[in-house]
């Protein structure tokens, strides 16, 4: 039985661009179900997407991050490539993105416009997306070139085995760190970025969406990594806590009296809080890796059974 394959396009206001996006897949991926999930556009997207041969979808919730949650629930398939309405990314690469993931050796692909020769990139969202790529190499470790692509290819296991809870265009920043913490596998291969056609405007707020991504990344960190967050937070107020405290204790060995109450009550405050903040980050710590052990024996059950079923007919026969 050959793969099924299901391309999935989030769109807001794409009129101009998405009748040619939805006919580029379709000749890549001739057997593939195009899928178009139009977030409440107030232009000719939907009939734009329908006069193309692609399956539409209304999702009235606006935000990104609404869509992709949509699309993960509602579209069955062995295989999934997202990509943008936009017409910005090569229908053609999607072949590099499908192959680890059909091979088995990825759960999700990510097509890096950074990777590619040629990508064209605005100066501010050059230096937007280096920003929040650095901040998330530097905090979970990793050596990833590009957090914010939209262009991604991913197996089955991952779409439905992925809980996503934000909204916006954050929603790719939280794909990539809950891939890379809840152990599935993450690869990159190069994808160039398309200046968009000329009329076709981009949907993100520079300023706006940029401190939501860098909230999120900083609520991840919280709840993926809270020994180093909650560590680093309690070792800093700690070092804080030192300064007034050593003016008091040196003053204290000097007279013998604690001249400076507030100085004093500053200092233990400041080491207390900090004790906790450690505390807590160690507490937070070991139930996370518990939680971790337990999501991990439930993939493990669900994909034996789905294993089973496969074999199922095969044994009746």
């Known amino acids: 039985m050959p793969d099924r394959i299901a391309v999935l396009i989030p769109c807001l206001n794409e009129e101009l661009t998405i009748g040619k996006v939805v006919r580029d897949f379709r000749e890549q991926l001739p057997d ?3 899928h178009v999930f139009d977030n409440a556009s107030t232009d000719g997207t939907a009939a ?44 053609d690469a999607v072949h590099d993105l499908l192959a680890e993931v059909q091979d088995g050796t990825a759960d999700m692909v990510v097509g890096s416009r950074f990777l590619a020769r040629g990508s064209s990139f605005r100066t501010l ?35 439905k085995g992925l809980p996503l ?40 707020r520079k300023f706006r969406d940029g401190a939501r991504i860098m909230g999120t990344i900083l609520a991840l960190l919280r709840d993926y990594k809270p020994l180093t967050t909650f560590g680093v937070l309690g070792m800093v107020l700690m070092l804080l806590g030192l300064v007034p405290g050593g003016l008091v204790v040196e003053e204290f060995v000097r007279t013998g009296l604690v001249p400076r109450l507030p100085s004093a009550v500053l200092a233990v405050g400041l080491e207390m809080v900090g004790v906790l903040s450690l505390t807590a980050g160690l507490m937070l710590h070991t139930v996370n890796r518990r939680f971790q052990e337990l999501d991990y024996l439930i993939r493990l059950r669900a994909t034996d059974r789905a294993q089973r079923r496969r074999r199922a007919p095969a044994a009746k026969v």
Do not use: C
Not at 176 to 201: M, Q
């Open 125 to 159: 969202n050059r230096l937007g997306n280096q920003l929040f790529l650095k901040a998330i190499n530097f905090i979970f470790g990793t050596r990833l070139t590009d957090v914010l692509s939209g262009y991604r290819a991913m197996s089955r296991r991952f779409v």
């Open 32 to 34: 593939a179900e195009v």
């Open 48 to 91: 734009a997407a329908l006069e193309a041969g692609a399956i539409v979808h209304p999702e009235p919730r606006r935000g990104k991050g609404h869509v992709v949650r949509s699309m993960f629930q509602k579209v069955d398939a062995d295989f999934y490539v997202m990509v943008d309405g936009d017409d910005t990314y090569p229908a």
């Open 165 to 204: 809870f934000v909204t916006g265009f954050e929603v790719e920043v939280e794909m990539t760190i809950k891939t890379l913490e809840r152990g599935f596998r993450l690869t990159e291969v190069p994808a160039v970025l398309r200046d968009r056609p000329k009329g076709s405007h981009s949907k993100i």
